[in-house]
């Protein structure tokens, strides 16, 4: 019912007093003309317009019962109201103009027609439509009124809106940065009010209009909670998706039909009087109309996910990918395609973007006096938040669905690329963001699959682990991949966290094998470029800083010094973690030239010093002396080179040298601690304190399970013709001679003096010695 009008109490002016009984038989063309007039009335004559307003609506209402809602007249009157009224410059009568049209529109819907209205399209959109042109009017008073008068439809006609969803769906997302937060909770709740009670009796052709819907609340700035329950709106959507697929393919599948052949008929047309090109190869070919609706759902969710807001950005993430991953089996191979060069790579490359402009100083004005964690405090910290999870995300993805994306076309471009982001995001100065991109290329290895129960690996390469008996350091953990972390909603990531029993145990389960020996020969290729990925992951970060002249402090050094960005240990430890299951894929093609590259990073690695505040937390101090993670994993990695050559090719035997010459290397380095490039460093266990910026680890534990490496080695391949013609066993007889001359200047060297020539007389006083009378003749 209409509220009581008070056009009785308005006083007479300029314009007269609208008396109730003659307005409904006034015409459209009088109002108008009374409407238009009234812009040449003063303003003593405008704060009497109210009564006019009034005159208004009551034409329209008188009018309504009568008028039998012919489109031809409903047409005049929405051009009436809306054209004049409602973009008035005068508050009073914009009310009204709005009021009517909204009575009007509801008036409408409320009669009783013949047929039904929602069997009638054209009348029923007629009707909403005078409703869906006040989204042009830029008034939020009006967008107050259209809102009111949509939430009132939905909650008395929304069982029948089977046409008029679009126009509904069109108010709703009528969103601009001039809306309040008022206007957008009032509209937001109208769209919960959508897709909470009336999803499954919206057509599915209109599906993907709510999604759109759903992604402009997630988009729009005003409000932060409404963004993020946008997005829970989306997930919820994409349940109901996956609930009723049955019923939404069948119905978007016979729709898709039907436009075919309209089109069919119009293409043949046209044939007739044209010659139609073919399509270009490297177009994506559209996917299926369910497809496609899965499609729109993923790009909606991928644009939140570089929203400027870390809140939104890290929601979208999670889930995006929790979607795919859920729900990513219902996809044809081919959509894949568009998943990948639409959805993915897009994202990747905007979140890189995104992340090398980000500023690197607070923004206190955001942030006002909320207390912020010093990890996310700018946005170059909170953006590289979003490009770790939108890394891992992706390779994830890649690694779950890699038979099915094996088959499409295009995947070598796409592994490269992948690998690309990869090498890219290793490289970045970022902490954070280099170590996941490490973890990333572990996930796309699979080697996260081996699980420290020992289920996943086998009982020789448990032995195998158990006979490396490096001892680690009390309280150092070696860094291991990723357990397969699976990202949910509320942000929280789950990962394996069974307890870890003894060191050898804990390499059982970090260096087994699990699902990464399947590879074929067509796979090669893809290794291989992996593999230098790898080499200029190492390569890159292993190059020793330029001397620009001043002292080489470390990052958190006073600005008065030059700053440099140095590896970690914890991210150079994950880089040679991950060459034991990438050999596994390339060892058929792994040749001399691939192990002197593998040796440059080797000792690369090996010599990047550490911060001095940040050692003893690295290495224990003397007498507990132990191997540090990164020493643990250099060994663990020629340990995987040397029994793959032993159980090689000949021509992979031939390498035996060379493997040597790497494991006198490390000897050397037990006694001569290296340098990294023009840095000023000091030895670990010279200097106590902080008296110097960076330090060398000790290696002297190093050295001495380095040589305990070179006589197992050449006990076993003694014999070998490469190994005597190199001249091998005069090399190693060298070093203790070395080891003892450095005993006044190193106080640890004796012990690997002693482990030396332990370790040789032991494999002398073998009753089977090869090359004997080599060893005599040199002793």
Not at 117 to 133: A, D, M, V
Not at 142 to 168: A, K, T
Not at 610 to 631: M, W
Request: hydrophobic share 40%; glycine share 6%.
């Amino acid at each position: 019912m209409p509220r009581v009008l008070e056009s009785e109490r308005c006083p007479a002016g300029p314009v007269g007093t609208f008396s109730p009984a003659p307005l409904p038989n006034q015409s459209g063309s009088t109002g108008h003309r009374q409407v238009c007039s009234s812009a040449n009335c003063d303003q003593v004559a405008l704060g009497h317009e109210p009564c006019l307003g009034a005159g208004v609506y009551h034409a329209c209402w008188g009018l309504a019962p009568s008028l039998s809602f012919r489109k031809n007249l409903l047409l005049r009157v929405r051009l009436f109201e809306i054209g004049d009224v409602c973009q008035h410059s005068h508050a009073e009568l914009r009310s009204w103009g709005a009021e009517a049209v909204t009575s009007l529109v509801k008036a409408a819907l409320a009669y009783k027609f013949e047929p039904p209205l929602h069997e009638n399209l054209k009348l029923q959109q007629s009707i909403l439509f005078p409703l869906q042109e006040l989204s042009n009017i830029s008034y939020n008073d009006i967008r107050g009124r259209q809102l009111e008068s949509l939430s009132h439809i939905l909650h008395n006609n929304g069982d029948h809106l089977l046409h008029g969803w679009p126009c509904v769906l069109g108010v709703l997302g009528a969103l601009t940065k001039d809306h309040g937060e008022k206007l957008v909770q009032q509209a937001f709740q109208c769209l919960q009010l959508v897709v909470t009670d009336f999803l499954p009796i919206i057509s599915p052709q209109y599906l993907q209009a709510v999604v759109q819907v759903a992604e402009r609340f997630g988009l729009q700035q005003q409000e932060l909670n409404v963004s993020l329950t946008a997005i829970g709106l989306l997930w919820n959507i994409s349940d109901f998706f996956f609930q009723n697929r049955q019923r939404i393919k069948h119905e978007l599948d016979a729709a898709a039909a039907a436009k075919t052949s309209s089109s069919n008929e119009q293409l043949s047309a046209a044939q007739s009087d044209q010659q139609v090109l073919p399509r270009s190869p490297s177009n994506v070919i559209p996917p299926p109309p369910f497809d496609a609706l899965w499609m729109c759902l993923f790009s909606a969710l991928g644009e939140l996910c570089v929203d400027l807001r870390p809140a939104v950005r890290k929601s979208a993430g999670q889930t995006l990918f929790s979607t795919i991953s859920a729900h990513g089996a219902l996809l044809q191979p081919g959509t894949w395609q568009n998943v990948l060069w639409q959805v993915l790579f897009p994202l990747l490359e905007n979140v890189q973007k995104h992340s090398s402009s980000a500023s690197t100083t607070r923004d206190k004005e955001s942030t006002g006096n909320i207390l912020i964690h010093h990890s996310r405090d700018t946005a170059e910290k909170q953006w590289a938040e979003t490009r770790v999870l939108s890394l891992a995300g992706v390779a994830r993805t890649f690694n779950a669905k890699r038979k099915m994306l094996q088959g499409l076309g295009d995947f070598p471009r796409a592994w490269s690329l992948l690998l690309d982001h990869i090498e890219l995001s290793a490289l970045c100065h970022n902490a954070e963001v280099s170590l996941a991109a490490l973890k990333s290329f572990q996930e796309i290895l699979q080697i996260s699959r081996a699980t420290s129960s020992g289920g996943g690996s086998k009982a020789g390469d448990a032995g195998e682990a158990e006979a490396m008996h490096w001892p680690v350091a009390p309280g150092v953990v070696t860094v291991e991949p990723p357990a397969g972390e699976v990202m949910n909603r509320t942000g929280e990531a789950s990962a394996s966290t069974s307890s870890l029993g003894s060191a050898g145990s804990r390499k059982s389960a970090f260096y087994s094998k699990g699902n990464i020996s399947d590879s074929n020969e067509d796979d090669i290729p893809l290794w291989s470029t992996a593999w230098k990925v790898w080499l200029n992951i190492g390569a890159e970060v292993t190059k020793p800083p330029v001397h620009q002249g001043g002292e080489i402090s470390s990052p958190a050094g006073t600005s008065s010094s030059k700053k440099v960005y140095l590896p970690s240990q914890q991210f150079l430890t994950a880089l040679i973690q991950t060459f034991p299951p990438l050999f596994e894929h390339i060892r058929s093609r792994f040749h001399a030239s691939d192990l002197q590259k593998l040796s440059t990073v080797l000792k690369g690695t090996l010599c990047v010093p550490v911060q001095s505040d940040s050692s003893p937390f690295i290495v224990p101090s003397y007498p507990e002396v132990t191997l540090t993670p990164l020493q643990v994993a250099s060994l663990a990695a020629m340990d995987t080179l040397i029994k793959a050559v032993q159980s090689g090719s000949d021509t992979m035997q031939a390498t035996y040298p060379d493997i040597f010459q790497q494991l006198l290397t490390f000897v050397t380095f037990g006694v001569n601690a290296p340098k990294f490039g023009d840095m000023e460093t000091k030895t670990f266990g010279v200097v106590r304190g902080p008296q110097a910026d960076w330090v060398i680890m000790n290696f002297v534990p190093f050295a001495e399970h380095s040589v305990t490496m070179v006589v197992d080695l050449f006990r076993a391949t003694a014999s070998h013709p490469a190994v005597i013609k190199a001249e091998i066993l005069q090399h190693i007889l060298k070093y203790p001679a070395v080891a003892a001359g450095h005993q006044l200047t190193t106080i640890l060297s004796p012990t690997m003096s002693i482990c030396f020539l332990h370790s040789f007389i032991m494999w002398v006083s073998r009753p089977v010695v090869p090359c004997v009378t080599s060893v005599h003749r040199l002793i």
